[in-house]
Each structure stands twice: as C-alpha cells, then as structure tokens.
C-alpha cells in the first residue's frame, strides 16, 4: 500500500506563501506613512498659490433675519484691489431653508473692508479670489 504526502506538502506550501503574503503587506503598511511624506516633501513650495491677503475678525452683532448674532469683517492687506466670493456653510439649517449661502463676487479696495453679517456660531466660511489660495474660517 502506498501512501501520498500531497496533502502535507500543499498545506506547507500554503502556510508559506501565507507568511510571505503577511510579511509583504505588513512592509507596505509600515512604509506607507514615509511615502506619503516624501510625495508631500516633493511638491515644490512655489506651485502652491499664495495666500488671500485679507485680515478677518469676528465682532459680536445683533441677530438679523437670517439668525446670526456675528459679523465677518475682512480688510484687504494687498496694495491691489481684491475680487472675493464667499461661500458659507451654515451650522444651522432649517429644513427648507437652504444649507448655505453663496455671496456674490465683492470688490475689496486696498485697505479697505467687507462686512458679512447674520452669520452664527459653527458658520464655516471659504473666501476665494483669482490667484490666491481658499481662505477658510469658522465663525466662533
């Protein structure tokens, strides 16, 4: 009678290429935080579009129809004239009312300012302009 070892042989052969498989994906997972980092590091500082030039503070107001006790105000830094749009993300949306809202484009003279009022406490805010990166605020 002769007996085959063909089911020892495969398990053994299974369990190893089982380890292999662990070993190789426990390697990617260990490196994966060191090729994010170095995909970041490779991005050159002078692609990235440079900051909005606008100083922002929140004042305390009084609560308008829209249901906000605070107000944005912006002051254009630059020694240019700034196009903005603002897109603002309520905190607190009504059930049919809309979830945020988009302001039209605004000129901000050198040194001079924008007011949005009727904002709320959580509002998120994001200024935009032609050639500069998003400015994102949360209204406190």
């Known amino acids: 009678m002769i007996t085959s070892n063909?089911?020892?042989?495969?398990?053994?052969?299974?369990?190893?290429?089982?380890?292999?498989?662990g070993f190789a994906c426990s390697f990617a997972i260990v490196l994966l935080p060191a090729l994010?980092?170095?995909?970041?590091?490779?991005?050159?500082?002078?692609?990235?579009?440079?900051?909005?030039?606008l100083?922002?503070?929140?004042?305390?107001?009084?609560a308008g129809e829209k249901g906000?006790?605070?107000?944005?105000?912006?002051?254009?830094t630059s020694k240019d004239s700034l196009k903005v749009t603002a897109k603002i993300l309520?905190?607190?949306a009504f059930h049919m009312g809309s979830k945020h809202w988009d302001l039209p484009e605004h000129a901000i003279d050198p040194g001079q300012?924008?007011?949005i009022s009727d904002l709320?406490?959580?509002?998120?805010?994001?200024?935009?302009?032609?050639?500069?990166?998003?400015?994102?605020?949360?209204v406190p």
């Open 6 to 21: 063909t089911s020892s042989t495969r398990s053994a052969a299974c369990r190893t290429a089982l380890i292999a498989l």
């Open 36 to 53: 994010r980092a170095a995909d970041s590091a490779a991005v050159p500082q002078a692609d990235k579009a440079p900051t909005l030039p």
């Open 55 to 62: 100083t922002s503070t929140f004042e305390k107001g009084t």
């Open 68 to 76: 906000g006790p605070y107000v944005l105000k912006l002051t254009n």
């Open 90 to 92: 309520l905190s607190v």
């Open 113 to 115: 300012g924008w007011s």
């Open 120 to 138: 709320s406490a959580g509002d998120k805010i994001t200024l935009t302009a032609k050639g500069f990166a998003p400015l994102e605020l949360v």
